[in-house]
């Protein structure tokens, strides 16, 4: 954090007001000259190691989500073109591959990428009909898929796809990261390529973290709130932004590439906890009266996300600005005691099946006794951690048998799991 009174650099000596210095946590100042300065040493002395290792991982990781894109029956050669062009049940039936329920949110979420292909291809005709690009955003409680479910979506897709949070942003020219770094990820997905990155799609997570902390006026700046907020108008309606390459601040020695968000889809996903509070109120779910009471009890108190709608989220704290250019909301349900039992086995990837092949590899036949997986889920429901929660769990009851591997195959049965989360403790869980 840069320092307007007195101190000194203590690598070169020189102090305020010739330089500009940042405090370390003992108290001490680095000028930022000197910070440059030790970039270039490390980047002479290692030249081009971190990309090269980015640069190898992200092409295995695209040839292994080519290769399950093909597994699906859907063309994923890095190239677009209506024939190929996966349709919205293709891309709804690979994303149930991964994902348990929420087929609304995948409905939507399949729709709205379909139709960005599109757009993409639109013919240029004198019509005067410009498709304009369809932003969506994703609203439920943590552990139910939002990240899941975009993760998955990137598997298969023939454009640049990556995905951010919005936690690390705050308003330029403060401690934090600039709105458009959240482009820099796209760039490097795109290897670079400025043609590919302008037709990509940046799924943005967290965004119910940058609302609005109060509508009462502060003396201090929102500056990680609706500062960010007001940063992100320009990306989400299309502009062309300056990204730096290499991410970070901006400064005024450093180059820039110009991104053009014009074709560019921007999904958000949020939690948005404590919403249900702000849909029960505009329902009028406390009012007396026997009219309002018969129209309470058509409400499903349990599941008040299905009914969200935009002045919710102005109420939860988004400005409608940003609620404009995000005109497609979905919302995804609660977990039931089902889904998260399904969630354990049925998927490609799901947990059990991941602990399974650990435990193979090492030549023992792992197995879940249905009285385990009924144990697991319950406690995943009592701790409220949702199918995020799962994993945690389930790591509690295999941590003793991973570190002293078995000579025989393994059983778990309900009883050993009741006897390794005997003394769990939730909030570690949580944390």
């Given at each position: 954090m840069s320092k307007k009174d007195k101190g000194r650099c203590s690598f070169c000596g020189n102090e305020v007001p010739y330089v500009q210095l940042f405090q370390g946590v003992d108290g001490r100042f680095i000028c930022f000259d000197c910070i440059e300065s030790a970039h270039a040493i490390l980047a002479e002395q290692y030249p081009g190691a971190s990309e090269a290792d980015d640069t190898a991982k992200r092409k295995q990781r695209q040839e292994q989500n080519r290769a399950a894109a093909a597994e699906a029956g859907i063309v994923n050669n890095g190239k677009l073109d209506m024939q190929s062009l996966p349709r919205p049940t293709?891309?709804?039936?690979?994303?149930?591959?991964?994902?348990?329920?929420?087929?609304?949110?995948?409905?939507?979420?399949?729709?709205?990428?379909?139709?960005?292909?599109?757009?993409?291809?639109?013919?240029?005709?004198?019509?005067?009909?410009?498709?304009?690009?369809?932003?969506?955003?994703?609203?439920?409680?943590?552990?139910?898929?939002?990240?899941?479910?975009?993760?998955?979506?990137?598997?298969?897709?023939?454009?640049?796809?990556?995905?951010?949070?919005?936690?690390?942003?705050?308003?330029?020219?403060?401690?934090?990261?600039?709105?458009?770094?959240?482009?820099?990820?796209?760039?490097?997905?795109?290897?670079?390529?400025?043609?590919?990155?302008?037709?990509?799609?940046?799924?943005?997570?967290?965004?119910?973290?940058?609302?609005?902390?109060?509508?009462?006026?502060?003396?201090?700046?929102?500056?990680?709130?609706?500062?960010?907020?007001?940063?992100?108008?320009?990306l989400l309606e299309g502009s062309v932004v300056n990204v730096p390459p290499k991410g970070g601040r901006k400064h005024p020695e450093q180059e820039f590439i110009h991104v053009n968000t014009q074709n560019i889809l921007f999904i958000c996903g949020g939690a948005f906890d404590g919403i249900e509070k702000k849909i029960a109120q505009r329902l009028n779910t406390q009012v007396v009266g026997f009219e309002s009471q018969n129209k309470t009890k058509r409400i499903n108190k349990d599941d008040m996300l299905q009914y969200i709608a935009p002045q919710d989220l102005k109420a939860f704290g988004l400005i409608p600005e940003i609620i404009g250019r995000l005109p497609i909301i979905t919302y995804l349900e609660p977990l039931d005691r089902e889904a998260l039992k399904r969630i354990l086995t049925e998927p490609k990837n799901a947990i059990i099946k991941q602990y399974e092949k650990l435990m193979k590899m090492d030549g023992v036949q792992l197995t879940f006794d249905e009285g385990a997986l009924d144990y697991i889920v319950d406690k995943a429901i009592e701790f409220k951690l949702g199918a995020r929660g799962l994993r945690s769990l389930t790591e509690t009851i295999m941590m003793d048998i991973m570190f002293d591997i078995p000579k025989q195959d393994c059983v778990i049965t309900r009883e050993l799991a009741e006897q390794k989360l005997a003394k769990i403790d939730a909030n570690r869980l949580v944390g």
């Open positions: 293709q891309i709804k039936a690979f994303l149930d591959q991964y994902v348990i329920g929420q087929d609304e949110a995948k409905k939507n979420l399949s729709v709205a990428v379909y139709n960005h292909y599109k757009r993409l291809l639109q013919p240029n005709t004198n019509d005067g009909v410009e498709i304009e690009k369809s932003n969506i955003i994703l609203v439920g409680s943590t552990g139910t898929g939002k990240t899941l479910m975009a993760r998955t979506i990137a598997k298969m897709l023939a454009v640049p796809f990556t995905i951010v949070d919005a936690t690390v942003l705050t308003e330029a020219g403060y401690v934090g990261e600039d709105v458009e770094s959240l482009l820099v990820r796209l760039l490097q997905e795109a290897d670079y390529d400025l043609e590919k990155t302008e037709r990509g799609i940046v799924f943005i997570d967290e965004i119910d973290k940058i609302a609005r902390k109060s509508d009462n006026p502060s003396i201090t700046r929102d500056v990680s709130g609706e500062g960010v907020q007001q940063g992100l108008l320009k």
